[in-house]
């Protein structure tokens, strides 16, 4: 039997309702002696919670859910109360004294993937559903929790398991004479899988960039226009503008969405040479903010040309688009050309090209709805397999069977840790050690 758990699910502060989770092996008698009554399971029952003395402790509702219907897959015992921080940790302390243990971050999901009552690729969604930082990312973990994620990694699973088993039994039964890689159509099988793998990886990298995010850099000379900018794409007086070159003196960040793409945005000081000994501390600020960036925006006025200086301080494989500024005062139209983004900040002339162009430069296509949430170590997972795909081809061709088999095999494992069936516990541990108390 499990040891019983228990934590605050509902975020801190003060609130109309407040809600304490409990999970553990029976709960039956621990909500009949906190309650005063038996809990009929899942029905949410108006109560009374007591202390050790029979005092009341709040008024509010109990929720009861019996194994293995539960989140957990164990007996749960949810507590709502009003949202009041000392009600609520009263109620913990009270559910301690009973026998529970303070719940570790996460604790509640692990139980719920360990019971398998969900995948680990679902569990991580739990968490993504939580830090979500805009709504097609929200969307995107949704359908992770609910599995289309997993159901897509399963078909690929399938597709090996098939290919797995006639070169298994192949080998077990060589004097069969089964002529596998002519009657099962391996490398057409192969060749199937392969693809299907590369569709699934191609959407893992859109949902790499919903969960993780990119880094934007505004670089570029004094008075160009980056405020101003980084106001535009946040649509707030993020930062201050005046005709002062200089104005910036220090790196200023902005959490956006640009077409659902979470986004920080940092404005930086513009590089120039300079004695001011503050601009100077901001100017070394600018040039960490470029090397931490994912994308750099190079700012120029319309008419003028990108500085060599400006070019040299970005490395060299640094993703860059060139916004050249102020075509309000240039007397030209918005557009976009093999030169860069014409538009005017000031305005807002042009502002959706821009957008466009950095939507198009990360591989981001909003346009596309649908998908699900992914994290570095799926796609990761997932470019494994593909490799062992590519290896098993080679083997293919030498008619090395024993090595196809073995690179099918590998590849079958690279996908089974996305979902977690081939998952060392030391990242068990990395993974749910992330969640928030209470989940």
Not at 304 to 314: H, K, Q, T
Request: some cysteine; overall charge negative; proline content about 3%.
């Amino acid at each position: 039997m499990t040891d019983t758990i228990v934590a605050i699910a509902t975020p801190p502060g003060r609130g109309g309702v407040g809600m304490v989770r409990v999970s553990g092996g029976s709960l039956a008698e621990f909500a009949l002696t906190l309650c005063g009554r038996i809990c009929p399971p899942r029905i949410a029952q108006h109560t009374r919670f007591f202390d050790a003395v029979d005092h009341i402790i709040d008024d509010g509702i109990a929720i009861y859910f019996a194994s293995p219907a539960s989140f957990t897959g164990e007996d749960v015992l949810e507590l709502h109360a009003h949202g009041s921080p000392m009600v609520l940790q009263a109620l913990v302390r009270r559910c301690i004294e009973l026998g529970a243990r303070h719940a570790e971050p996460g604790e509640f999901t692990r139980r719920a993937y360990l019971n398998n009552k969900m995948d680990l690729a679902q569990a991580e969604a739990v968490a993504d559903i939580i830090d979500a930082a805009t709504e097609s990312a929200a969307r995107a973990a949704v359908r992770s929790l609910t599995g289309e994620f997993s159901a897509r990694i399963r078909t690929l699973q399938d597709r090996l398991i098939r290919l797995r088993m006639f070169v298994e039994a192949t080998l077990d039964f060589p004097e069969e004479d089964v002529e596998f890689l002519e009657s099962e159509r391996a490398r057409d099988q192969l060749t199937d899988a392969r693809v299907a793998l590369e569709h699934v990886l191609a959407e893992a990298g859109r949902g790499q960039l919903l969960h993780d995010g990119i880094r934007i850099v505004l670089a570029g000379e004094p008075n160009v226009g980056k405020s101003s900018l980084l106001n535009a794409l946040a649509g707030d007086e993020i930062a201050i503008v005046t005709p002062i070159a200089g104005t910036t003196r220090d790196t200023v960040r902005s959490r956006v969405s640009l077409k659902g793409l979470p986004t920080e945005i940092v404005d930086t000081a513009g590089l120039r040479d300079t004695t001011d000994p503050i601009e100077i501390i901001g100017i070394e600020r600018t040039r960490a903010a470029i090397n931490d960036a994912d994308l750099a925006l190079i700012l120029v006025e319309a008419a003028a040309d990108v500085p060599a200086r400006l070019l040299a301080e970005l490395p060299s494989n640094l993703p860059r688009i060139v916004v050249r500024n102020k075509v309000d005062i240039a007397g030209g139209e918005a557009h976009a050309d093999d030169r860069g983004v014409w538009l005017s900040a000031k305005t807002g002339e042009g502002m959706e090209l821009l957008v466009d162009a950095i939507t198009a430069t990360v591989g981001f296509n909003y346009r596309e709805e649908g998908g699900f949430m992914a994290r570095e170590r799926h796609v990761t997972a997932l470019r494994a397999a593909l490799a062992h795909l590519d290896a098993a081809f080679a083997h293919l061709d030498h008619v090395a069977l024993e090595l196809f088999a073995e690179e099918l095999r590998l590849a079958h494992q690279s996908l089974g840790a996305i979902t977690g069936e081939f998952t060392a516990d030391d990242l068990l541990g990395e993974i749910f050690s992330r969640f928030c108390i209470g989940k």
